[in-house]
């Protein structure tokens, strides 16, 4: 079993309508406050009012969306928003207003006595995903965490769609059943190599091809590399403004009631298979897991 120490904010609770209830006088000592630290800190005041934050054994601090907000069935880069064409490939864009966090920032991970869980990183990209596009249809899959040290290539959960619905702004509705789907698996399918950094994605021209129109980029600057960003789409251009990191809120132990896990099940037409990433340029990053080093162009 997964070791992991719950950790939720308890100002979350509170907006969720969630109350822990002891039928019993609770005897045991009280266990500290705790927080995230190292590159989780940042983002934990941030993201506690709308999930919940857990050490994991294998890769630290790492947070987990309330199913009460973005459902059951979440699937990272699918749930909650759509992918934009820009100047510098696909970027996803999020209608959540924590969006800016976990879907440019850091790494996802599926356990499944847990969910899917989000791991902190520092690099900002328009989404970092890997990709796989053949005979009109587009697959993509979270990059995983790198493993230091790992010995296999990482594989994480694809979903597929056509590629005439790629740009449509739900996508649930349109996921391949995995019959179809296995066309990006195909011998003759596109799937380029891995390389530090995020992927651009299937080529502007494959996705006119099937919509019958072209896709007019949008125009996506570098962001600020020395502070974390907000980025949001204005008119033709993606901005970014910094982001303004707050005091975290106060945070509680509930050794004896923690969230039902999993908070999230697999969504059904989904392919367990490898991604093309690249192991990390050496940091000082943490000793479970890491992906720093990367770079987003």
């Known amino acids: ?12 609770f509170t907006a969720l309508g969630l109350a822990c209830h002891r039928e019993q006088p609770d005897t045991a000592a009280p266990a500290p406050a705790t927080a995230p630290t190292g590159p989780s800190e940042r983002f934990y005041g941030a993201l506690a009012p709308y999930g919940t934050w857990i050490d994991d054994a294998a890769y630290g601090w790492v947070w987990l969306p309330s199913p009460a907000i973005v459902g059951a ?12 064409y ?19 920032y850091g790494r996802w991970a599926f356990d499944a006595g847990v969910g899917w869980m989000w791991v902190p990183g520092d690099v900002w990209g328009p989404a970092w995903v890997d990709w796989r596009w053949n005979d009109g249809y587009v697959g993509w899959a ?11 290539q990482p594989r994480s959960h694809w979903v597929v769609v056509a590629a005439s619905d790629l740009t449509r702004p739900r996508l649930e509705g349109h996921l391949q059943p995995n019959a179809r789907g296995q066309a990006v698996f195909a011998a003759n399918a596109t799937h380029p190599a891995a390389h530090p950094g995020w992927r651009s994605g299937p080529p502007e021209q494959f996705i006119a091809a099937a919509t019958g129109h072209p896709e007019i ?51 059904p037409h989904t392919t367990h298979a490898e991604v093309f990433d690249a192991a990390p340029r050496p940091s000082g990053g943490p000793a479970r897991g890491r992906h720093r080093g990367e770079r987003w162009l």
């Open 1 to 12: 079993m997964r070791a992991v120490h719950h950790l939720a904010a308890a100002a979350a």
């Open 73 to 84: 069935d979440f699937f990272p880069y699918m749930t909650g928003g759509r992918w934009l």
């Open 86 to 104: 820009t100047d510098a490939g696909w970027m996803f864009d999020s209608t959540y207003s924590w969006g800016w966090a976990p879907f440019h």
């Open 142 to 152: 979270p990059l995983p965490p790198v493993v230091v040290g790992a010995r296999e």
């Open 217 to 267: 980029p949008l125009h996506l600057p570098p962001p600020d590399t020395s502070k974390l960003v907000r980025s949001h789409v204005a008119g033709n251009t993606v901005e970014h403004t910094p982001f303004e990191a707050t005091p975290p809120p106060s945070a509680t132990m509930f050794p004896h009631n923690p969230p039902e896990f999993p908070l999230h099940r697999m969504r």
